[in-house]
């Protein structure tokens, strides 16, 4: 019996597999986004409660023991803690946009770039560097008062096991150097946090030699549960290489597109390519010399779900109203940057916002429905060719319900997509904690595909001409604001 534990935005999760990777039992719990004046946080007391009950309830009801855990969650933001992780403040969300101030001043002073040339991340408001200048500036007695700036798995983990660690796809964002796999001085320095590197919570980077091992500082034993107590578990991945490894995504140039809240496109590659447009992060993974190239754009399912809420439309809708629909949406055009903190893949821009064109009187609401799908598939074909994808492509996350929105995405990238459903983060984090234990797993068992989406040809040739017409859009809308 094996669990995944899965630390999301607003849900907590807690899957219990059989050693074939067939997910038996789930627990969720939701958990809180305090939202204010472009400020989103958490309570990280609430969130490690809501883990502690959904493992608890997982874990009692298994008719077999434990044998081991992974554990990944969501990625950026600031989570204080003092030395027995206890927070500090409440946590500073990934979705956060108070230090734009920052972003805006390193863009225009060459900081960014030179920031993505040695670290290979594009810094966003919401990622750990701005967030901490913010609060160097604005709040430094909370600084003073922590012992580490840790991400989000990292707290959970602390507090089950007492470890203080992250991993190297954590830390990738923006302080680590993917060359030595070691936080970057110089980083630090041009982020002008040097005098704050204490805070930056240790690595424990596992060592590929035949078989991958792992030091004892990601391995801990789980404190929660009659049943989990004691099983063996390890921290991280967080939750998009967990989601690539759940998936299958790890030989170069495949790739996975995660519909979710945020819409998150990976390339797994062995080549490390600081050169052009800085944009995205490069992941690094338990394997040395093998990245994820990231592409994790600001909004995915939430522009639909707003345009839904506007137009007063449930979700189950959605799938009718697409097929009622051709392509092309009657000539209703939607750029999706609805995120207040503009964009951050494959470009950053922390102004952009989302544009509707082409409405008229006799515009319907199914028309504004499927242009923002559409305007969402053709933001997904950016960044993946922006990550570089060249072989297969797997999808996962909330949008792969929707059968009619599946046969549009691969109809406008022009490809089958593997649709890969379930607890897609959570297996993850099992195959990385398996690996990191010498456990032997059916890897192609636990990754196997749901369903495969072939394209349609005709609509795809549609949808090609239809992309670059996006493209065009989204320059134009660019050089409005001078970006």
């Not at 995944?4 to 809180?32: N, Q, W, Y």
């Not at 472009?38 to 809501?50: I, P, R, S, T």
Request: with cysteine; proline share 6%.
């Amino acid at each position: 019996m094996y669990v995944g534990i899965d630390v999301g935005t607003s849900m907590v999760k807690a899957a219990a597999f059989d050693a074939g990777g067939h997910a038996l039992a789930v627990e969720s719990r939701p958990v809180r986004l305090d939202i204010h004046g472009g400020h989103v946080e958490q309570d990280m007391e609430e969130l490690y409660a809501a883990v502690v009950d959904a493992l608890g309830t997982l874990t009692a009801a298994l008719p077999e023991p434990v044998e081991l855990a992974g554990l990944t969650g969501q990625g950026d933001g600031v989570w204080l803690v003092d030395a027995e992780g206890r927070p500090v403040r409440p946590a500073i969300s990934w979705m956060d946009g108070r230090a734009h101030e920052f972003v805006d001043a390193w863009l225009a002073s060459g900081v960014f770039e030179s920031v993505f040339r040695r670290s290979g991340s594009a810094m966003f408001p919401g990622c750990p560097g701005p967030v901490l200048a913010w609060l160097d500036r604005h709040e430094p007695a909370a600084l003073d008062a922590a012992t580490t700036a840790l991400y989000c798995k990292d707290m959970v983990f602390q507090r089950l096991t007492g470890v203080r660690a992250t991993d190297v796809s954590d830390a990738s964002m923006p302080f680590l150097d993917p060359r030595t796999r070691a936080y970057s001085g110089d980083v630090l320095a041009e982020l002008g946090l040097a005098h704050r590197a204490k805070l930056l919570v240790p690595v424990s980077d596992p060592i590929a030699i035949g078989e991958i091992t792992v030091g004892e500082i990601t391995v801990g034993e789980m404190t929660v549960g009659e049943p989990a107590s004691g099983v063996r578990i390890a921290n991280g991945p967080y939750d998009l290489p967990a989601c690539a490894l759940g998936a299958g995504v790890t030989e170069p140039g495949d790739g996975l597109l995660i519909i979710g809240t945020c819409l998150a496109s990976l390339v797994a590659t062995d080549t490390l390519d600081l050169d052009g447009e800085p944009g995205g992060l490069h992941i690094s993974t338990d394997r040395p010399g093998h990245w994820l190239r990231a592409m994790p754009a600001m909004v995915g399912t939430a522009a639909l779900d707003w345009v839904l809420t506007m137009t007063g439309t449930d979700l189950a809708e959605v799938d009718p109203l697409l097929d009622t629909v051709e392509p092309g949406a009657g000539g209703v055009r939607v750029l999706p940057y609805f995120a207040p903190s503009g964009e951050r893949a494959p470009f950053v821009d922390p102004a952009l916002r989302a544009e509707l064109t082409g409405v008229s009187l006799e515009s319907t609401a199914a028309d504004l429905i499927r242009a923002t799908c559409e305007g969402i598939a053709y933001a997904a074909r950016h960044c993946l060719e922006a990550a570089g994808l060249t072989g297969s492509l797997a999808v996962c996350g909330g949008g792969t319900r929707s059968p009619a929105w599946m046969r549009l995405f691969a109809d406008v990238l022009g490809r089958p997509l593997r649709i890969v459903e379930g607890e897609v983060g959570a297996r993850g984090a099992v195959l990385a904690s398996a690996a990191r234990h010498g456990v032997a797993l059916d890897v192609a068992a636990w990754t196997a595909p749901t369903s495969v989406v072939e394209p349609d040809p005709v609509r795809a040739a549609y949808y090609a001409k239809g992309y670059e017409d996006h493209l065009a859009r989204l320059a134009a809308a660019r050089a409005r604001h001078g970006s």
